[in-house]
């Protein structure tokens, strides 16, 4: 009878905190921890959904692997694996329009720059799944197909990871002529600046970079900031591999080799110890990690290679690494191949990057997922709202 008394109390407590100390309690959860507590009663999602400062204390480094399958099999669904309790989540996508069809460019802190793939030309869309939120972006001054796109975070003090403030350039791509019909490749780099909602014409690009950036760049981009420049590079997608690279401070682009650019199976660039990485696989070789230097954009040192072992059991006894996809962050680089088959994730512990392997989504809560083709992004996940968009 006590002991009913006791948590009879202390839940008549809970229940009757005011509204702002209720949504300070919350604001140290972590994801799935609010996502429970705002299912607890009406009173508790209210607060939970007008968090908008967000503080776990878990570390807010440690990001989460969403998987979205590229084609919606039964339902739009996306799938998050929590690194600290190696859960797998489903994420239900049907707030996205029915006739929409998105494909991630790259993530922002807790959001996901998306682009409109059923648009004819580029129309990007800014989402956050754990909250259900979605923005379009303005359409650019020079309506573009296929252009290259990266992203610069702009990392202040005062900022936190979840919503930092950032610039979206998009360069190269195929407009149409202005006199005529015709289409040409367009030679100007746009940016969109988070802080006023638009975009700018702030450079151009040679006819010949806009035509590598148009055809053979995919979207993932690498930004990298260094003492003397502040740097956006995107690899070919063909190879021989190259790599491009674009200053955004001097508006200079160049372009040059990678290791083994003819031989590679894979390649994907990545950001190693807050330099620029590459992450490459070889027919019948092991995935190899190379560093360039900071003194001379021409050299790359090897720096790491994925166990053996590992790598057999990614590839499921093969030795052919096609199909295989790789996504990272500063201190976590992913690859994958579909939904179910598991992950190895190389990630940072204590200034060493160690390579670990992790069981794919098979099943949730006992019913067994859909084993399909999928787009992986590293997300840190937040249930706070963001202002932008409002």
Known sequence: ??????????????????????????????????????????????????????????????????????????????????????????????????????????????????????????????????????????????????????IVTIKEASDVCYFPRFRIYVAGGMSEAKHGGAVAYETTVEMYDSCVDTWEIVGSVAVEFSVRLTVWTPNENVYVERTRSKTLYWITSARAYSVMGFDVGDNCWREFGVPHADKLEFATLVRWNGGLGLVGGTCGGSVCVWEMSEEDDDKWCLVDEMPFELGLRLLCGKRNWEGVKCVSDDDAICLYRELGNGMVICRKVRGLWVWVWVDGCGYIKGKKVLNCPIRGVIVIPSLACSSIFF
């Not at 109390?9 to 609010?34: A, C, R, T, Y």
Request: aromatic fraction near 12%; include cysteine; charge should be positive.
């Open 1 to 150: 009878t006590l002991q009913f008394v006791i948590v009879n109390s202390l839940g008549h407590m809970w229940s009757n905190l005011p509204f702002d100390v209720l949504s300070s309690i919350f604001s140290f959860l972590s994801p799935d921890s609010l996502a429970r507590a705002r299912s607890s009663c009406k009173n508790w999602h209210t607060c939970g959904t007008f968090i908008t400062q967000y503080k776990p204390h878990e570390n807010p480094t440690q990001p989460w692997f969403l998987a979205l399958p590229i084609r919606n099999y039964q339902k739009p669904s996306c799938y998050a694996q929590n690194p600290i309790t190696n859960n797998w989540h489903e994420i239900s996508l049907d707030f996205i329009p029915t006739q929409t069809i998105l494909k991630p460019v790259a993530p922002i802190g807790s959001l996901i720059l998306f682009k409109v793939t059923n648009s004819t030309t580029l129309q990007l869309v800014l989402c956050n799944p754990f909250t259900r939120q979605l923005k379009y972006l303005p359409k650019l001054n020079v309506s573009r197909t296929n252009p290259a796109c990266g």
